[in-house]
């Protein structure tokens, strides 16, 4: 009987047991469910952004987005605002076109400090140069115009021959009196021949100490449109993709970028070729400055950033360029006989080559229709029409510098 009893008992504990075990692993199985469904789950949502934030063809964009059929994928479409930024370093068909013009925002905002901080003393930097190696020979001569009253001839002399200069605080007299060698004297008197011929040389001489620079503000007009110009497009261009209102508002400030640029580059040659004739200068600054308002007044209608619309955007601001081309002309008739005035014309015959080379490519899309899809990544029409827009702004940096010389040394 106890054995029985310790059988049944046996038994009874064992059946316990494998009731236990089944429950155990049960519940030990749906622990592994659970943690291989959560780990599903990551899997699945890391690889849904991928595929989210991968590059997609043209066929896939959503209609705001579609405006070169000719450029067939690498798109990005309604990303979030983190992963465009971060964009901006991974390649797809607008990495060029963001940074073709960043750099050359950087490149222009380099020669603007540039400029700010040399040029204005550039020139006379330059000439002050050569002054003091003429001047170095002329102390190895010996002082020879005891005669206060011939260094007072000469004074008026130099007066007369440069009566825009003034001669207060530059100490004229003394040095003269402490640099002219022998050979201007004959015996212990000035010989006033001599005196006079050596007018122009005195003049040649102390001239650039004595001019003063025009003002700059035309000059860092353009300069400031360029880089506004130039970053606009370029944050353009990254995030535009964003969303549809992102893109409208982009577009919108591209486009004002592209009308500054090219009214503020009427501001150099206009105002220093006419900054001695009020009308025509106050003329030709005000019809560019209306004329680019209208411009960018006109493309805030929405119809303006519609593909088929291409063609009209190019010849707006094409317009908008060559109208450029009267001051020009009048520049040249009245300073035919200056020099400047040809250098200038040849700087600017160039950025309006480029401009308007750049403005073609930008209408036909060439060369990506040509041969569709295999300029997706670097050499389509837009990127053509930014490296143009980069050397045709550099051209007219170049004439402007040519503009600041010229004026600061020969005024009006």
């Known amino acids: 009987m106890d054995l029985d009893g310790d059988h049944s008992e046996n038994i009874s ?74 964009s901006i370093f991974t390649i797809h068909n607008e990495t060029l076109n963001v940074w073709t013009h960043l750099i050359g925002f950087f490149l222009f905002l380099a020669l603007t400090i540039y400029t700010a901080t040399k040029v204005p003393n550039g020139h006379s930097l330059q000439l002050s140069d050569v002054l003091k190696a003429d001047l170095h020979k002329l102390h190895a001569c010996l002082p020879s115009l005891p005669n206060m009253h011939d260094l007072h001839r000469l004074r008026d002399e130099l007066k007369t021959t440069l009566p825009s200069m003034d001669f207060s605080g530059w100490h004229v007299m003394e040095l003269l009196y402490n640099c002219l060698p022998e050979r201007f004297s004959h015996g212990n008197q000035t010989d006033v021949c001599r005196l006079r011929s050596m007018t122009g040389d005195v003049a040649n001489i102390i001239a650039p100490l004595m001019v003063r620079p025009i003002t700059r503000w035309p000059f860092f007009a353009f300069m400031g449109g360029a880089m506004f110009c130039l970053l606009a497009s370029s944050i353009c261009h990254l995030l535009s ?140 029409s837009h990127q053509l029409f930014h490296v143009l827009v980069v050397a045709g702004a550099y051209a007219h940096y170049r004439a402007g510098l040519v503009y600041l010389k010229w004026r600061d040394l020969h005024g009006c």
């Open 13 to 86: 504990e064992a059946t316990e047991q494998d009731q236990l075990v089944p429950s155990t692993i049960t519940s030990e199985m749906a622990t592994t469910e659970k943690h291989q469904g959560s780990s599903r789950g990551g899997k699945g949502k890391r690889l849904w952004k991928k595929v989210k934030y991968q590059l997609v063809e043209y066929h896939s964009l959503p209609a705001y987005l579609r405006d070169n059929e000719y450029i067939l994928g690498y798109y990005r479409a309604e990303w979030p605002m983190k992963q465009i930024l971060l």
């Open 241 to 380: 993709c964003h969303s549809e209102r992102i893109s409208y508002i982009m577009l919108r400030v591209d486009y004002a970028g592209i009308a500054a640029l090219i009214a503020t580059s009427f501001y150099p040659p206009v105002y220093y070729s006419f900054m001695c004739m009020p009308f025509f200068c106050n003329l030709y600054l005000g019809f560019i400055t209306l004329f680019g308002i209208a411009t960018v007044m006109f493309s805030l209608l929405p119809v303006f950033q519609k593909p088929e619309w291409r063609t009209v955007r190019a010849s707006l601001f094409s317009f908008m360029g060559l109208s450029g081309a009267l001051p020009i002309l009048h520049k040249l008739i009245l300073f035919s006989h200056q020099p400047e005035a040809l250098h200038t014309t040849g700087y600017e015959a160039l950025m309006g080559l480029c401009y308007g080379l750049g403005a073609v490519v930008y209408a036909t899309r060439v060369p990506e229709r040509w041969m569709p899809g295999k300029f997706d990544i670097a050499g389509h």
